[in-house]
């Protein structure tokens, strides 16, 4: 399985972006999918993921009506639209499978092992 995110860049504050998750290898249905983030010396933090069954999302109260998490099933992709973006939300932004499909669990006290396919990521940068 093979994970490849894209559609980071520059925006300004207030801006919107939607970041891509493409999955090969694999069929997205199969697994949960979490969205990631670590910000410049902070660690790697969870924000948002999704079950597959019934579509249905957790997220982190730091991203709560700011971030949606959508799945395209017809081109094996998942989609974080990133809404009215400040400059703390400045980091690297990742997606992970993880193989309960309904196994969607994200935030503190969550391990990042729970997920086992990682992209590469994909920078997101805030400033005016």
């Known amino acids: 399985l093979q994970i490849v995110e894209s559609g980071g860049g520059l925006v300004q504050p207030g801006g919107s972006l939607r970041l891509s998750c493409a999955l090969s290898?694999?069929?997205?249905?199969?697994?949960?999918i979490g969205w990631f983030r670590q910000a410049p010396g902070k660690e790697r933090e969870g924000i948002l993921c999704?079950?597959?069954?019934?579509?249905?999302?957790k997220s982190t109260d730091s991203v709560k009506g700011q971030f949606i998490i959508a799945r395209n099933r017809a081109k094996n992709t998942v989609y974080l639209q990133m809404n009215s973006l400040k400059p703390e939300d400045k980091a690297v932004y990742y997606c992970?499978?993880?193989?309960?499909?309904?196994?969607?669990?994200?935030?503190?006290?969550?391990?990042?092992?729970?997920?086992?396919?990682w992209g590469q990521g994909t920078q997101v940068t805030v400033s005016l």
């Open positions: 992970a499978t993880e193989p309960d499909k309904n196994g969607c669990l994200i935030g503190p006290g969550v391990p990042l092992v729970k997920y086992d396919y």
């Open positions: 290898g694999g069929t997205l249905d199969r697994y949960a």
């Open positions: 999704a079950n597959s069954n019934d579509g249905s999302t």
